[in-house]
């Protein structure tokens, strides 16, 4: 019978692409890491589910008032998931560097491309300080908007069907955890402005923008929710 304890994620070693050896990596693809990361992300929560169905945390003690191992737990899976925990937190904070290190390459790139191109301008409209139509300069869309209720507040704060959310509040699409983040920041805004950066439009036709909207979460607009929209993972 199989142990209902033991983790069902892989637990090799922890050397891949946010591994000891990663730094001197530097040509790893953007996307690999943001896989690796999500990877990361799952196991950790899997082997906190572990921790949860021993009824233990990283902080518990595993042994009795007068240094006795405790009976009642599983000592030695218990230290292995925790010590796995440890070693894939070290590997997350070194993705994150990383990660925000080839943010900066890439955009740093994209703007050297975007200055050493000339652009026919001639009967083009130019861009607003709140508008931005070179997708290269944006973040990553981490969610979509899926629908919208009329006079809702997302209504009044001008979401559309079919915006690209690339930021929520302080949420991006690095740290939006399935989007669970998001509606954490909707909870601890009620009455006040959360500031959503949105791309509306056709980007592979060249035909997108860039919306900087103020949304102010409440319960009082007559509908279900703070917000009346729905929201689906890009």
């Known amino acids: 019978m199989e142990d209902l304890h033991t983790p069902t994620v892989p637990s090799g070693p922890v050397t891949g692409v946010g591994g000891p050896g990663a730094a001197h990596d530097e040509q790893t ?36 008032f007068d240094g006795y191992p405790r009976d009642d737990l599983d000592i030695a899976q218990i230290r292995t998931t925790r010590a796995r925990i440890i070693r894939l937190r070290n590997d997350y904070k070194g993705l994150m560097s990383r990660i925000e290190a080839g943010l900066h390459v890439h955009h740093a790139a994209a703007a050297a491309q975007a200055s050493s191109s000339v652009l026919p301008t001639a009967g083009l409209p130019l861009a607003s300080s709140g508008h931005s139509n070179s997708p290269e300069t944006l973040g990553v869309p981490f969610a979509r908007v899926n629908s919208v209720v009329s006079g809702s507040p ?40 959360i500031v959503v950066k949105v791309l509306r439009g056709d980007t592979a036709a060249g035909t997108s923008e860039e919306l900087q909207l103020n949304l102010t979460p409440r ?16």
């Open 29 to 64: 693809p953007l996307t690999d890491l943001i896989s690796e990361k999500e990877r990361v992300e799952s196991e950790l929560t899997a082997l906190s589910s572990v921790l949860d169905s021993h009824g233990v945390n990283m902080q518990t003690s595993l042994t009795t």
């Open 219 to 234: 319960r009082d607009w007559g509908g279900r929710g703070l917000l009346g929209c729905h929201l689906l993972p890009a």
């Open 154 to 193: 997302a209504d009044d704060a001008g979401l559309r069907v079919g915006d690209c959310i690339r930021q929520f509040g302080s949420v991006n699409w690095l740290n939006h955890e399935k989007l669970s983040k998001v509606a954490e920041t909707v909870q601890r805004n009620q009455g006040r402005s």
